[in-house]
Each structure stands twice: as structure tokens, then as C-alpha cells.
């Protein structure tokens, strides 16, 4: 199994910050690397593929880099309905999860 | 508009078996695969399977193998997870959500079935 170590478990910011969000695989996952959203109460929904890859109607403040093991998620100027919890998923095997990162707006 | 609509939410005896329901609209069903992914408190998100419609196949997480069932009716664009003796451990809940072939991100989910497990 690709492990994916997602850090941190918890964020706190405030309105119009900066935050990022990182994965570590445990091998090399070549980019096969997807971010989802999750609002309480809600499915997750795709943000990012391919690791850059915006998914269709999500907004340009969201962004995915990295290569290799070291995958990064960034919101640019947070916005209130950005709280959720976000999850990286590999897919270079078969498909596993990062445990999280749950987003307040301080 | 694609939509995924999964059947209601379930509670079940400990040792009995569920199965629940993914209603596909809005896409061709079979251009799609379509994944079962569990979340619980515990475990976080565990993909299940996966089903192919067009050819009828199927691939397990090595875990779940014995414990879920994937199968798909072309004609009525429904696949289906049957979950076997089921335990505690198996609460959860239950997403169905779709990739295109060989490219396993997921656009769009269920809006997921909850089983509970208690007698």
C-alpha cells in the first residue's frame, strides 16, 4: 500500500490568508495525485488532479503543486465558505487517502 | 447535470449483509468507472472497489475482498455494493462516486449511505 501522510490535522487562519496543505506518499506517485473538499455534512468534491490540475468550477485561489513524494494544496485569500476538510488521494496504485486536514477560520 | 443518488441509509443486525444502491444520470453510464469508497471516524476514507459497467469488471482493495460485492445493471444505470457479515466495524459511511477509465480521480460522489451495525 502508498501510504499518504497529510499534515497539518487542523488549521486555523483568517479571512484573506494564505494556507497550505501537504501530503508525503510513501513512494513515488509521478503526480497521480488528487485534492478534495469536504464541507460537514457533505461528499467530498474534486479540487485538483493530476496534482495542478484545477477541477471544473472550482475557483482559481485553489492551487496543487509537487512532484515525486511531496504534494502541497494552497488556498489563496480564504474565503468563509472555505471551512472544510480537505483530502489528498493517490491513484498511481490503487487508490489511497490522506487522513486530513480539517480548515477553521479564525 | 451529472448526478450520483444513492439509496437510503441502513441499519443492520451484526452478522447480516446490506446492499445499497447508485443511481447514475446526467453521463453515459458505461464510459465511466465507478469506485465505492467507505468513511468512518476511525479509518478516514478507504476505497472499497471498483466496477467497470461496460465489461462487467471489477478490482478490490485486498481488505474488503469477502466483505464487498460490486456489480452494476447497464440497464437501469445502477451499480450496487452488497456488504456481508456485517460487524461494529463496518458502520460507516458508504460513497459511490465515478472516473473516467484508467483515471482515478473522482468528479463526482453520492451523496453516501450511513450503515449502522447494532442489534
Known amino acids: 500500500d502508498i501510504q499518504m501522510t497529510q499534515s497539518p490535522a487542523s488549521l486555523s487562519a483568517s479571512l484573506g490568508e494564505t494556507v497550505t496543505i501537504e501530503c508525503r506518499a510513501s513512494?513515488?506517485?509521478?503526480?497521480?495525485l488528487a485534492w478534495y473538499q469536504q464541507k460537514p455534512g457533505n461528499s467530498p468534491q474534486l479540487l485538483i488532479y493530476d496534482a495542478n490540475s484545477l477541477a471544473d468550477g472550482v475557483p482559481s485561489r485553489f492551487s496543487g503543486s509537487g512532484s515525486g513524494t511531496q504534494y502541497s494544496l494552497k488556498i489563496n485569500s480564504l474565503q468563509s465558505e472555505d471551512v472544510a476538510s480537505y483530502f489528498c488521494?493517490?491513484?498511481?496504485?490503487?487508490?489511497?487517502f490522506g487522513s486530513g486536514t480539517k480548515l477553521e477560520i479564525k | 447535470e451529472v448526478k450520483l443518488q444513492q439509496s437510503g441509509d441502513e441499519l443492520v443486525r451484526p452478522g447480516a449483509s446490506v446492499k445499497m444502491s447508485c443511481k447514475a444520470s446526467g453521463y453515459t453510464f458505461t464510459d465511466y468507472a465507478m469506485h465505492w469508497v467507505k468513511q468512518s471516524p476511525g479509518q478516514g476514507l478507504e476505497w472499497i472497489g471498483t466496477?467497470?459497467?461496460?465489461?462487467?469488471?471489477?478490482s478490490y482493495n485486498q481488505k474488503f475482498k469477502g466483505k464487498a460485492t460490486l456489480t452494476a445493471d447497464k440497464s437501469s444505470n445502477t451499480a450496487y455494493m452488497e456488504l456481508s457479515r456485517l460487524t461494529s466495524e463496518d458502520s460507516a459511511v458508504y460513497y459511490c462516486?465515478?472516473?473516467?477509465?484508467?483515471?482515478?480521480?473522482?468528479?463526482?460522489w453520492g451523496q453516501g449511505v450511513m450503515v449502522t451495525v447494532s442489534s
Open positions: 488521494q493517490q491513484y498511481n496504485n490503487y487508490p489511497t
Open positions: 466496477i467497470i459497467p461496460l465489461i462487467d469488471t471489477t
Open positions: 513512494e513515488d506517485i509521478y503526480s497521480n
Open positions: 462516486a465515478r472516473s473516467y477509465y484508467g483515471y482515478n480521480w473522482l468528479d463526482y
